[in-house]
């Protein structure tokens, strides 16, 4: 039997999550979301390595209720639920955005619903763009915190008990000891803040001056409001940047997604290995 939450079953939110998550639940069946150890959200030119999966069942999120499909080019469609290096984990191939239309609370349902189903805990992958000196295109680098520039939140609105406090603490919201799981498994790895911000265009040179000022290392258009949901829902969560380009004002060409896409699968074997690594340990 399924237990939905309190303050889901009027409808709103909480209902649409407790609905995916009872129809996933029906599809694999209990047994598999109890050994289900970490999810996993690919990012823009990513989204291959769910083809590393084994004992892999593909969900296309369309088949999932009230899922909103992904619909920016490098961006997969599917939930993908099997082993990596003897890990159970379920696999988001990609991501809806704000920029798309979609609301804070479509944005991060899907991740929502993962940890509805008892997942503990997350890697958010995403593409970014580099904003200091130390960051080159290519590199891999473990968010340590983030600055949320969207203007906007997955926990505005009414309150869904099943979604965490009013007033989650974010000391916090990447996970110290996913952070070292990660570094653990790559010499290489950068750490640095990630910024947020609301896209679809590119930073101003303008832009990326006060980004910097703020203390950022690196900015992108997802990830933020997923490790916000997450966190208030006491999920352990990482991050993890694919740095596919320098920012505009440090490049000297402009910017453009098939960049973004060439990057990921320039870099599509170390994160392969990196992430497999950290799945190993989970």
């Known amino acids: 039997m399924t237990v939905i939450a309190a303050g889901t079953a009027s409808g709103g939110e909480g209902a649409r999550v407790a609905a995916a998550a009872l129809s996933l639940r029906q599809r694999l069946g209990e047994a598999v979301w109890k050994q289900v150890r970490l999810g996993l959200v ?9 083809a590393q999966m084994a004992q892999a069942t593909t969900i296309p999120v369309a088949e999932v209720p009230h899922w909103p499909v992904p619909r920016v080019h490098g961006h997969g469609g599917a939930l993908v639920v099997g082993q990596v290096a ?28 993962l940890r509805h189903l008892g997942v503990p805990d997350f890697l958010l992958t995403n593409a970014a763009g580099g904003l200091v ?11 340590t915190d983030h600055i949320n520039l969207t203007g906007c939140s997955p926990l505005v609105g009414a309150l869904e008990p099943s979604f965490g ?3 989650p603490d ?3 919201v990447y996970a110290p000891e996913l952070q070292q799981r990660l570094h ?14 609301l896209g679809p265009s590119y930073e101003t040179p303008a832009e ?15 990830t933020v ?19 596919s380009n320098l920012a505009t004002g440090i490049a000297d060409t402009p910017l453009s997604h098939d960049e973004v896409i060439a990057a990921g699968a320039q870099s599509e074997a170390a994160l392969t290995e990196l992430v497999t690594k950290f799945c190993a340990h989970s």
């Open 42 to 50: 690919l990012g823009s030119g990513l989204n291959n390595f769910a």
């Open 86 to 113: 003897g890990t159970t984990v379920a696999c988001l191939t990609g991501r809806v955005h704000l920029y798309e239309g979609w609301t804070p609370g479509e944005v991060v349902r899907a991740v929502r619903t």
């Open 133 to 143: 000196d130390h960051l080159s295109a290519g590199d891999l680098m473990v968010l």
């Open 165 to 167: 406090p009013r007033f």
């Open 170 to 172: 974010q000391t916090r």
């Open 184 to 197: 653990a498994g790559s010499r290489g790895l950068q750490s640095g803040v990630y910024a947020g911000l």
């Open 208 to 222: 990326v001056r006060m980004l910097q000022r703020l203390g950022a290392d690196a900015v992108g258009m997802s």
């Open 225 to 243: 409001h997923e490790a916000i949901a997450l966190n208030a829902m006491g999920a352990r969560v990482a991050g993890l940047s694919l740095i």
